[in-house]
């Protein structure tokens, strides 16, 4: 069965902390999709990453990185140097490819609050 | 480039009532398109999704449904509401063959 667990409910930091967000998966596929998604305050879901099973790379992208480990089934995402507007309920989710389409497995979110 | 819309953004309906949710997609022709809720306590549910023109599939039996009159829109309907439908819904699209799902603004609808 798959399954998305993000252990830490809540975090809450000072402004230009770091600070990582954990995400650890469950799935019997060898291939699949991790992602991450930003909810902030408005509601909108905010697509911020994907990575293939097959690309065991970490990525960066400005003050976001993300550090993709099969051996230990994570994918968890660090902010450096956080600011207030990364205020917001993240969430790690899996995709198995399914026949025409896919369909995301969502965690239960970890709500990062950055304190000014 | 793509965009996506829902409404209502809001809505306060009393139980028994009916339901009607759009979503629409501008910019991309054939979308695989979704509907999902999201109860208090932030878990996201997948309640619905299509792959083409009248091609629903439905993920959790409850008195929802969902149609797809046309290629980029996405209704959620129901005939008479439940407490437990208040939530906020979501609707995504996603393109044929990618994994990536790209949401909308969302509907909040609290049944009273």
């Given at each position: 069965?798959?399954?998305?667990?993000?252990?830490?409910?809540?975090?809450?930091?000072?402004?230009?902390?770091?600070?990582?967000?954990?995400?650890?998966?469950?799935?019997?596929?060898?291939?699949?999709?991790?992602?991450?998604?930003?909810?902030?305050p408005s509601g909108e879901l905010v697509f911020l990453i994907r990575r293939n099973s097959f690309d065991?790379?970490?990525?960066?992208?400005?003050?976001?990185?993300?550090?993709?480990?099969?051996?230990?089934?994570?994918?968890?995402?660090?902010?450096?140097?956080?600011?207030?507007?990364?205020?917001?309920?993240?969430?790690?989710?899996?995709?198995?490819?399914?026949?025409?389409?896919?369909?995301?497995?969502?965690?239960?979110?970890?709500?990062?609050?950055?304190?000014? | 480039?793509?965009?996506?819309?829902?409404?209502?953004?809001?809505?306060?309906?009393?139980?028994?009532?009916?339901?009607?949710?759009?979503?629409?997609?501008?910019?991309?022709?054939?979308?695989?398109?979704?509907?999902?809720?999201?109860?208090?306590?932030?878990?996201?549910?997948?309640?619905?999704?299509?792959?083409?023109?009248?091609?629903?599939?439905?993920?959790?039996?409850?008195?929802?449904?969902?149609?797809?009159?046309?290629?980029?829109?996405?209704?959620?309907?129901?005939?008479?509401?439940?407490?437990?439908?208040?939530?906020?819904?979501?609707?995504?699209?996603?393109?044929?063959?990618?994994?990536?799902?790209?949401?909308?603004?969302?509907?909040?609808?609290?049944?009273?």
């Open positions: 069965a798959q399954k998305v667990t993000q252990a830490q409910t809540e975090i809450s930091v000072v402004e230009k902390e770091d600070v990582t967000l954990d995400c650890v998966y469950e799935t019997r596929d060898t291939t699949y999709y991790l992602f991450w998604y930003k909810q902030p065991e790379q970490n990525e960066i992208s400005g003050r976001y990185s993300w550090n993709f480990q099969k051996s230990t089934s994570s994918f968890n995402f660090t902010i450096t140097a956080s600011q207030v507007v990364d205020s917001a309920v993240y969430f790690c989710a899996l995709s198995e490819a399914w026949g025409a389409t896919n369909k995301l497995i969502f965690g239960t979110g970890t709500l990062l609050a950055v304190q000014p | 480039s793509q965009t996506i819309h829902q409404w209502p953004a809001t809505l306060v309906q009393p139980v028994g009532s009916p339901l009607s949710l759009e979503c629409t997609v501008e910019g991309t022709s054939n979308p695989n398109l979704y509907w999902y809720r999201q109860a208090a306590g932030r878990g996201l549910q997948l309640l619905f999704y299509s792959v083409g023109i009248g091609q629903i599939s439905s993920e959790v039996p409850q008195n929802l449904s969902a149609s797809r009159p046309q290629d980029r829109q996405f209704i959620l309907s129901s005939k008479k509401l439940l407490l437990s439908d208040s939530g906020f819904y979501l609707c995504a699209w996603s393109k044929t063959g990618t994994y990536e799902q790209y949401f909308g603004p969302g509907t909040r609808l609290t049944v009273t």
